[in-house]
């Protein structure tokens, strides 16, 4: 060992270069990529030797072009094929040829089984084949491209410019021998998911006198599994009926316990063990009409569309407004919303621009001569009245919970100024909605903690659902005692956190509370896929339809 610094060990002489510093220590500079280390054990500089890109590209050039290898810096020693030469450098000499480069594989970089790009054009091994196969299924089956396109000048000109090497499989044996290994695949994975538990998902679409309905089952993996999808007359559109057979066709055809529904329409379980939702949003969406002033959304529509016109919009920035877009599918919220942002440069247009006299009228017209006032305080009081129903919209987008939302359907039940909704609203609030607002530790019941008839129900919904451990349990948490008296439980507001951090104690109980509140709230919107654009035979034609759904809603 020389005085100053680490021993000389072997790795000195594999390409490092040894300087010494100023305060006595010593730094190791790596010969191919230049890179300096100020620790210089045996074991770091022997990874950095095993993993330096820049002793991969010297090698790789080497075997490339059976000649000589050069460095990338300019500064560097040209080096000969047969000896790599490596310059090993000690305290007291400045350079010196050294023995060849180590002949040791490295042991994280394994060149030696890795397939040239140029190979990979060229041509392709069985495995890359049927991985490419698959993925031109995939993304004819999920944008619904007829088959028959893989023959298409168009189709083949994009594969000789990606892989050049690859030839497609023809139309028939794509829908045939592919398409069934794909829906095998699928059928293994619904397997793997049977004997657990699972919600069912029912959308439709209306489009003329037709219902097209299709039905999903949330599994326990959270992921979406298609069960059916068919097409009903509206006046043949019984919910209750298609539900019961979905449950069923579930345990049949998936092995899956079907323990909540969630609907577009109004739908009420009349099996108890099954929980019945409806989409908060299409829920929202229907009393929108309840509670619009149909005379008042006429006139602010007609306002938005005079003004649509460029100049018009132009002229609304000038004096302070906004521009904006209206189309047929603009909400009422949206176009109150615009109106009373605009409605003060609009007055200030008038004086500028030729405006209809209607256009005029609605702007400065009152029955009571207060001109200025009416029209905007209208406009006001219809967005004050709708913005609950806007927020709960905006709940549903924002990954709330079943006990926010029933917070806030039980507070328009109880204003009177939603009367004219309290019905809808009361059937929309099924059992499981008073319970999520019950176990949410922020609200706790307060709502209807008064209300004797409805805590009548709640408490005989949960001595038939839950156990006497868990109604103990829930009596604790009512009641803030035993664990629940917790000051880190008490300042915990969030449902989920709140109820698992009470798993390891009350098991049964945090997997009642989470089941509810993981529960979905909305219903996933599908475009219905009723067009068989390759003529495949029915049941080939259910299995395209499966790996359709599964492609686009997993995705």
Same mark, same amino acid.
Not at 382 to 395: A, D, G, H, T, Y
Not at 441 to 452: A, H, S, T, V
């Given at each position: 060992?020389?005085?100053?610094?680490?021993p000389? $060990?072997?790795?000195?002489?594999?390409?490092?270069?040894?300087?010494?510093k100023?305060?006595?220590?010593?730094t190791?500079t790596?010969?191919?990529?230049f890179?300096?280390?100020s620790?210089?054990?045996? =074991?770091?500089?022997?990874?950095h030797?095993?993993?330096?890109?820049?002793?991969?590209?010297?090698?790789?050039?080497?075997s490339d072009?059976?000649?000589?290898?050069t460095?990338?810096?300019p500064?560097?020693?040209?080096?000969?094929?047969?000896?790599?030469s490596?310059?090993?450098?000690?305290?007291?000499?400045?350079?010196?040829?050294?023995?060849?480069?180590?002949s040791?594989?490295?042991?994280?970089?394994?060149?030696?089984?890795?397939?040239s790009l140029?190979q990979y054009?060229?041509?392709?091994?069985d495995?890359?084949?049927k991985?490419?196969d698959r993925?031109?299924?995939?993304?004819?089956?999920?944008c619904?491209?007829?088959?028959?396109?893989?023959e298409?000048?168009?189709?083949?000109?994009?594969?000789?410019?990606m892989?050049?090497?690859?030839?497609p499989l023809?139309?028939?044996?794509i829908?045939?021998?592919?398409?069934n290994k794909?829906y095998?695949?699928l059928?293994?994975?619904?397997?793997?998911?049977?004997?657990?538990?699972?919600i069912?998902m029912?959308s439709?679409?209306?489009?003329?006198?037709?219902? $097209?309905?299709?039905?999903?089952?949330?599994?326990?993996n959270?992921?979406?599994l298609?069960?059916d999808q068919?097409?009903?007359?509206?006046?043949?559109?019984?919910?209750s009926?298609?539900?019961d057979?979905?449950i069923?066709?579930a345990?049949i055809?998936t092995?899956?316990?079907?323990?909540?529904v969630?609907?577009?329409?109004?739908y009420?379980?009349?099996?108890?063990?099954v929980?019945?939702l409806?989409?908060?949003?299409?829920?929202?969406?229907s009393?929108?009409?309840?509670?619009?002033?149909?005379?008042?959304e006429s006139?602010?529509?007609?306002?938005l569309?005079?003004?649509s016109?460029p100049?018009?919009?132009?002229?609304l920035?000038?004096?302070?407004?906004?521009?904006?877009?209206?189309?047929?599918k603009?909400?009422?919220w949206?176009i109150?919303?615009?109106c009373s942002?605009?409605?003060?440069?609009?007055?200030?247009?008038?004086?500028?621009?030729?405006?209809?006299?209607d256009?005029?009228?609605?702007?400065?017209?009152?029955?009571?001569?207060?001109?200025?006032?009416?029209?905007e305080?209208k406009?006001k009081?219809?967005?004050c009245?709708?913005e609950?129903i806007?927020?709960?919209?905006?709940?549903?987008? &924002?990954?709330?919970?079943?006990?926010?939302?029933?917070?806030s359907l039980?507070k328009?039940?109880?204003?009177?100024k939603?009367s004219?909704?309290?019905?809808?609203? &009361?059937k929309?609030l099924?059992?499981?909605?008073?319970?999520?607002?019950l176990? $949410?530790?922020?609200?706790?019941?307060?709502?209807?903690?008064?209300d004797? =008839?409805?805590?009548?129900?709640v408490?005989?919904?949960?001595?038939?659902?839950?156990?006497? &451990?868990?109604?103990?349990?829930?009596?604790?948490?009512?009641?803030?005692?035993?664990?629940?008296n917790?000051?880190?439980l008490?300042?915990?507001t969030?449902?989920v956190?709140?109820?698992s951090?009470?798993?390891?104690? $009350?098991p049964?109980?945090?997997?009642?509370?989470?089941?509810i509140?993981?529960?979905?709230?909305?219903?996933c919107?599908f475009?219905?896929?009723?067009?068989n654009?390759?003529?495949?035979?029915?049941?080939?034609?259910?299995?395209y339809v499966?790996l359709?759904?599964?492609?686009?809603?997993?995705?």
């Amino acid at each position: 060992m020389k005085p100053g610094g680490r021993p000389l $060990h072997e790795i000195w002489t594999q390409g490092f270069k040894r300087t010494s510093k100023c305060d006595g220590k010593f730094t190791a500079t790596c010969q191919y990529c230049f890179k300096e280390f100020s620790n210089t054990s045996s =074991e770091r500089l022997i990874n950095h030797r095993a993993n330096c890109q820049a002793i991969d590209t010297l090698a790789s050039s080497s075997s490339d072009n059976n000649n000589k290898i050069t460095s990338t810096n300019p500064n560097s020693t040209i080096i000969t094929e047969d000896s790599v030469s490596i310059l090993s450098y000690d305290s007291d000499a400045s350079g010196a040829s050294s023995p060849s480069i180590s002949s040791r594989p490295s042991k994280k970089r394994k060149l030696s089984n890795l397939r040239s790009l140029n190979q990979y054009f060229l041509s392709l091994t069985d495995s890359d084949k049927k991985k490419i196969d698959r993925a031109v299924l995939n993304f004819f089956v999920s944008c619904n491209i007829p088959f028959k396109k893989l023959e298409s000048k168009n189709f083949s000109e994009l594969v000789k410019v990606m892989c050049p090497a690859y030839k497609p499989l023809s139309p028939t044996e794509i829908a045939t021998e592919c398409l069934n290994k794909a829906y095998d695949q699928l059928d293994e994975s619904r397997f793997l998911l049977s004997a657990s538990e699972g919600i069912l998902m029912i959308s439709n679409t209306t489009q003329e006198d037709d219902i $097209h309905i299709i039905i999903h089952i949330i599994c326990s993996n959270k992921k979406l599994l298609f069960l059916d999808q068919f097409i009903r007359k509206k006046n043949e559109y019984e919910l209750s009926s298609i539900v019961d057979q979905a449950i069923f066709d579930a345990q049949i055809k998936t092995k899956i316990k079907i323990y909540a529904v969630i609907t577009e329409d109004e739908y009420k379980s009349l099996d108890d063990d099954v929980w019945s939702l409806r989409c908060c949003k299409s829920f929202a969406a229907s009393i929108d009409h309840d509670l619009i002033d149909s005379c008042l959304e006429s006139k602010a529509k007609y306002l938005l569309n005079e003004f649509s016109h460029p100049n018009l919009q132009q002229s609304l920035e000038k004096n302070g407004g906004t521009t904006f877009t209206i189309t047929k599918k603009s909400l009422p919220w949206e176009i109150f919303s615009l109106c009373s942002i605009n409605l003060k440069a609009m007055r200030k247009v008038i004086s500028d621009q030729k405006l209809s006299r209607d256009t005029i009228n609605i702007l400065i017209d009152d029955d009571d001569d207060r001109s200025e006032i009416s029209f905007e305080k209208k406009i006001k009081e219809q967005l004050c009245i709708l913005e609950p129903i806007c927020s709960l919209k905006n709940k549903c987008s &924002e990954g709330s919970n079943l006990g926010e939302i029933s917070e806030s359907l039980l507070k328009l039940v109880r204003d009177p100024k939603y009367s004219s909704i309290s019905l809808k609203t &009361e059937k929309m609030l099924t059992p499981i909605f008073y319970i999520a607002n019950l176990l $949410h530790p922020k609200y706790r019941g307060r709502q209807f903690d008064k209300d004797n =008839e409805c805590l009548m129900r709640v408490n005989q919904y949960l001595l038939d659902k839950i156990s006497v &451990e868990d109604l103990n349990v829930l009596a604790n948490y009512r009641e803030s005692s035993g664990i629940f008296n917790s000051a880190a439980l008490k300042e915990q507001t969030d449902p989920v956190s709140f109820w698992s951090a009470v798993s390891l104690v $009350h098991p049964s109980m945090t997997s009642f509370a989470l089941k509810i509140f993981e529960l979905p709230l909305t219903v996933c919107q599908f475009e219905p896929l009723v067009s068989n654009v390759n003529n495949l035979p029915p049941q080939r034609f259910k299995k395209y339809v499966e790996l359709y759904y599964y492609l686009n809603v997993n995705n």
